[in-house]
Nanobody, 123 residues
């Protein structure tokens, strides 16, 4: 049974940091791309970052230079290190898996999705 489970969300002040984790099971992480998406209240879901099976990485312009995506295939886990967090980073963050990265639209087409973890940036 395929499972994608995000964790690590929480409340953080502007300028702070969080690290999100995405643990997958039921398929081989090393053969898949993993993307992070987010959806703020009242807005469409948007891509944040993605890492391919050959460890190429992609970032949206809004997080480039602040967020870092990485993977540990042995632990079936992908991480999203988020630094210098801003109020506008507040959203539910979702992890998704597929053969290739999708860094446009809402990520429709990514095959496996988690249920999300809430990140709130507030003073």
């Amino acid at each position: 049974q395929v499972q994608v489970v995000e964790s690590g969300g929480g409340l953080v002040q502007p300028g702070g940091s969080l690290r999100l984790s995405c643990v997958v099971s039921g398929f081989r992480l090393g053969q898949h791309a993993i993307g992070w998406f987010r959806q703020a209240t009242g807005k469409e879901r948007e891509p944040v970052s993605c890492i391919t099976d050959d460890v190429s990485t992609y970032y949206s312009d809004s997080v480039k230079g602040r967020f870092t995506i990485s993977r540990d295939n042995a632990k079936s886990t992908v991480y999203l290190q988020m630094n210098s967090l801003k109020l506008e980073d507040t959203a539910v963050y979702y992890c998704a898996a597929d053969a290739n990265c999708i860094m446009y639209g809402s990520g429709y087409g990514m095959h496996y999705w988690g249920k999300g973890t809430l990140v709130t940036v507030s003073s």
